[in-house]
C-alpha cells in the first residue's frame, strides 16, 4: 500500500509502505478520489513467529571484519528512521517502511537452534554479535526472552559474545553479563545518538530514553561490564554538533570506549528517510539531503565498502577530527578488554545432540 496523504503517525518512524522489490503486485492508492473512506495505515505491532533452521550468520565485511551475528527477531518495534537494516524485511515478503517496525518476526527457537549449531564438531570459536541487524532487546524481548535463553547458553558453553542495544531492558540480564565479563567473554555496546530527547523521539520514537540508556551504561559499568558508546549514525545538522557531548557523557556514565559512524541511506531507506524528513523537519530537509550526498559520492545510497560507513568530504573530516579529540580527552587511559576466545567448552554430554 503506498500512501500519499495521510497523518504523521506518531509513535512511528518510517511514515510509508515502500514497494518490495521481490514483489510483483501491490496495494496502490492512486484514485484516491473513488475511495468512500480515507484509506489509513494500519501501523499496529504484529509479532509472527518462525521456526528457523539456523541462528548464526558469517559475517565477512571490509568494514567490520570478520565475526558471527546472530539475530532473535527480524525487523525492529524502535523505528529508527535511519536504521540499515530495514532493507532486510523485503526478504520476508514485507517491507523497509512501516511493515519493518510494525511486523515482527520472532524467532522462537532460537536458543535450542544455537545449541546445535555450538555442538557441531567443526564450530570455530569466534564472536557472535547480539544483533547483526535488529536489537535484541526490543520491546518483543520483555514477552519472548530469547535473548536472555541465548545469553544463558553462551555462559554455559563459555562462549564470547559482544550486544549493542538502545533499550534498557538490557540492566534485567546483568546476572549473567557480570558472569560472562568476568571471564572476559561479554562486550556491551549502548547506541546512543543525541543527547535531546526531542531529538531521539523524532529518530528513534518506542526506544529507552536517553536519561536510562546513561543509566544502563552506569549499571553495566558498576558490574564490571565492559561497555562502549555506539555514537551511531551521525546526521548533518540534526545531531553531528553532538558529538563531544556524547562521549563526554558516556564516558562519564562508565563507558570504556567509543564509536561512530555517518548516516548512510542504503536501498529503501533514503525514500524513507527522505519521505520522514519532509514532513518531520521540513525547514531542514535539503540541507540535510544535501549534506548527505556529498558524503556519499553525490548519493544517499553508498554501498561501497570503505566509505559508506563513515562517508567522505569535508563535513566527514571535521567529523573525525572531532571525534579523536574528544575521545582523547574523555577515554584517556580507558580500554575495552580483549574477549577470551580460549575457553569455549561444550558441556555434559553435548556432542550426543549431534545424533
Aim: charged share 25%.
Amino acid at each position: 500500500m503506498s500512501l500519499k496523504h495521510h497523518e504523521f503517525i506518531k509513535g512511528r518512524g518510517a511514515q510509508i509502505h515502500t514497494k518490495n522489490q521481490f514483489l510483483k503486485q501491490e496495494y496502490v492508492t492512486d484514485h484516491s478520489e473513488g475511495l468512500d473512506e480515507a484509506w489509513a495505515i494500519d501501523a499496529k505491532t504484529m509479532y509472527l513467529i518462525e521456526h528457523p533452521k539456523k541462528m548464526i550468520n558469517k559475517v565477512d565485511s571490509p568494514d567490520i571484519g570478520l565475526m558471527y551475528s546472530m539475530n532473535p527477531y527480524q525487523g525492529c518495534e524502535h523505528g529508527c528512521i535511519y536504521c540499515y537494516a530495514r532493507n532486510t524485511h523485503e526478504y520476508y515478503g514485507y517491507n523497509a517502511g512501516i511493515d519493518f517496525e510494525s511486523k515482527i518476526i520472532v524467532k522462537e527457537n532460537a536458543a535450542q537452534v544455537l545449541r546445535k549449531q555450538l555442538n557441531n564438531k567443526n564450530w570455530k570459536v569466534d564472536v557472535i554479535m547480539l544483533s547483526g541487524n535488529t536489537d535484541c532487546y526490543q520491546p518483543a524481548e520483555k514477552k519472548y526472552k530469547i535473548t536472555r535463553q541465548i545469553l544463558e547458553i553462551l555462559l554455559e558453553y563459555k562462549h564470547p559474545v559482544g550486544l549493542i542495544t538502545k533499550n534498557a531492558l538490557i540492566q534485567r540480564d546483568v546476572d549473567i553479563l557480570q558472569e560472562m565479563a568476568k571471564l572476559n567473554l561479554a562486550h556491551v555496546n549502548i547506541s546512543l545518538t543525541s543527547l535531546k530527547e526531542e531529538t531521539r523521539l523524532l529518530l528513534e520514537p518506542r526506544t529507552a530514553t536517553l536519561k536510562r540508556r546513561l543509566e544502563t551504561m552506569e549499571v553495566l559499568s558498576k558490574h564490571n561490564i565492559p561497555v562502549r558508546v555506539m555514537a551511531a549514525p551521525m546526521i548533518p545538522f540534526i545531531n553531528s554538533n553532538e558529538l563531544p557531548a556524547i562521549l563526554k557523557a558516556s564516558a562519564d556514565h562508565g563507558a570504556l570506549d567509543a564509536a561512530y559512524t555517518v548516516v548512510r541511506l542504503n536501498g529503501k531507506i533514503g525514500e524513507v528517510f527522505e519521505n520522514w524528513i519532509r514532513q518531520a523537519l521540513p525547514d531542514k530537509a535539503d540541507r540535510v539531503l544535501s549534506q548527505i550526498k556529498q558524503a556519499h559520492g553525490g548519493k544517499l545510497n553508498d554501498s561501497r565498502f570503505g566509505t559508506r560507513m563513515r562517508g567522505e568530504g569535508k563535513f566527514v573530516e571535521s567529523l573525525n577530527n572531532m571525534f579523536v579529540l574528544a575521545k582523547k580527552k574523555y577515554f584517556h587511559g580507558k580500554n575495552i578488554p580483549a574477549y577470551d576466545l580460549s575457553l569455549f567448552k561444550r558441556p555434559g554430554n553435548g556432542q550426543l545432540d549431534l545424533f
